[in-house]
Each structure stands twice: as C-alpha cells, then as structure tokens.
C-alpha cells in the first residue's frame, strides 16, 4: 500500500482513508498512505445537512459515498485540523467534491504503479521493498512530488533524469522497467479550420497545405498532427505534444503555414478554437 514520506498529512490534504469504528457522534478512520495513523470525523463532517446519527440515517435508505459511512469502507476525506503533539487528525468527507475525490484516487492509483514498478526492480537486485523505499521513493517523491511522475519523466526524458537521485544500481534495474510500462502523459488540441479556395483545383491546393502543415510538425520529436475531413468547408486537426504549451506552439505554426498558402492561392481560411484534453500514450517501442 503507497505511503507518504511525512508522518502526518498536513491541513487541507486530501486522503485515502478506511472507515474503522462508526459512532453515534462521528467516525474513526485509519489513514490508508500513513501507516498507525487514525483521523476523527465529527458527525457534522459526514454529510451537507446535519445528520444526528449515522446508523439511523444509514437505515433511511442514503447510498450516495458523500452521505454515508460503513465500517469497511475506504473513503477521500479531507483533513481539516492537525495536532501533531495530541496525535489528532480531523477530518471531513462533506468538504470533498466529486472533482477532488476522482483527483485523489487518480493520484493513489499512480502511487499504487509506482509502488509495483519499484518492487519489480527492487526483485530484479535483490532488494527488500523496505530499502527500495529508502533509497528510491523518498528522494524521487521529495523531488517531484509523487513518484509515478519520477517515472514518467524517466519514460519522455530517459533514465538519466533520475541521476543524482538514486544510485546507478538502481537506475540500471528500473532503466526497462520504466521503459515497458510506464506511460507518459501527452496533451492532445482540438481545432478546425474553414478553408475555401474558389478555383478549379482548389480542393488540391486545400489538401496540399494540410499535408505540407502535418509533414512539417510531424518532423518534431514527440510530435503528432491528424486532420480529418469534417465536410466541406471544415477540416479537424488533432495536436498532440508532450505538454499544452507545446502543443499550443505546434497549432500556432501550423496555422500561420496554412494560411500563409492559402492566402496566396486567394483562398480564405478561419482556424476555430476547439479544447484540450489529456490523454495517456505508451512510449514508442515498448
């Protein structure tokens, strides 16, 4: 199970947490990335509106994951007040929107990877996980922040990145381990053009600046341009690049190439601003 390199999570963190004991006045819960560690939600935290006992409002029949509590079930709950010296760890599932509870579970289903990739090279030279821990999740998490994103910059940038992090030892054995599973975070722009050329062969001509625009772009490393016919007089284009400024960047310069020529042909065109989205691609050749 991921673990946090701090011993107590700090205030407005959101947590994976597990219910243990339901109480007529609130909950106890254990705190599933730190170990021995157990946070208190007040029955005032549980729910939008004021609920007087959980138990006599679990038999009302409420099943939505933001209005009730069971023992057994893991929750994201948001830590509202910490007291290192008493050990105390409040905390509130009512303060948790369903944007911040998708948030955090991706962000523990990542740690969840990082931590198999880790014991797959831990494994490989022999390693108790307790030492992989040591010697590789903290420094990585310390420098980025979570460790999957240790490995994903491995992934783009080779396992150099991590040099000066971990030791050579290490590097060698997560080197392929990086390689064939980790999958790098690309980010894809949507747009449309409208492009006419009132000419004879003006088809042609469209079609030519859409090819020489993606040729162009394509060369880059990490780059992908798509266009897609959409039905005359509008034509999709798909940028893909390893972050949004990039790929902003990419859409830019083909713009101005495509109305460049188009306007020396005595055509029109209109680029029309579509959205970005995020999307996971595995690195060539794994």
Do not use: C
């Not at 730190?34 to 099943?63: C, Q």
């Not at 023992?71 to 709950?77: C, N, Y």
């Not at 797959?120 to 922040?145: N, Q, S």
């Not at 001509?205 to 990490?222: F, P, Q, S």
Request: avoid cysteine.
């Amino acid at each position: 199970m991921p673990r946090k390199i701090r011993e107590y999570p700090e205030e407005g963190e959101f947590v994976v947490a597990t219910v243990k004991t339901v109480h007529p006045y609130g909950a106890f819960l254990t705190l599933d990335e730190y170990p021995g560690k157990e946070g208190f939600m007040h029955i005032s935290e549980v729910a939008p509106t004021w609920v007087r006992n959980i138990r006599d409002y679990l038999k009302e029949g409420h099943r939505n994951i933001r209005d009730y509590l069971k023992e057994g079930q893991k929750i994201v709950a948001k830590v509202i007040r910490v007291d290192p010296e008493k050990g105390h760890i409040d905390l509130s599932l009512k303060r948790v929107n369903q944007q911040q509870r998708k948030a955090k579970i991706q962000e523990y289903k990542r740690a969840q990877k990082a931590e198999n990739l880790l014991k797959m090279a831990a494994e490989k030279i022999g390693k108790d996980f307790e030492t992989a821990w040591r010697e590789v999740w903290v420094p990585l998490e310390e420098k980025y922040g979570e460790v999957y994103a240790a490995f994903e910059n491995a992934a783009q940038n080779g396992i150099e990145a991590l040099k000066g992090l971990v030791s050579d030892e290490w590097l060698e054995a997560l080197k392929p381990i990086v390689e064939a599973y980790v999958e790098i975070p690309k980010v894809t722009i949507d747009a449309e053009f409208e492009i006419t050329v009132p000419k004879p062969n003006g088809v042609e001509i469209i079609k030519e600046a859409l090819i020489r625009a993606r040729d162009r772009a394509n060369e880059e490393k990490d780059i992908e341009v798509k266009f897609t016919y959409q039905g005359a007089p509008r034509y999709r284009i798909d940028v893909t690049a390893p972050d949004y400024y990039k790929a902003e960047e990419v859409l830019q310069d083909i713009a101005e190439e495509i109305l460049r020529v188009i306007k020396e042909a005595g055509g029109e065109a209109t680029l029309i601003r579509k959205e970005k989205r995020i999307k996971k691609v595995k690195k060539r050749g794994s």
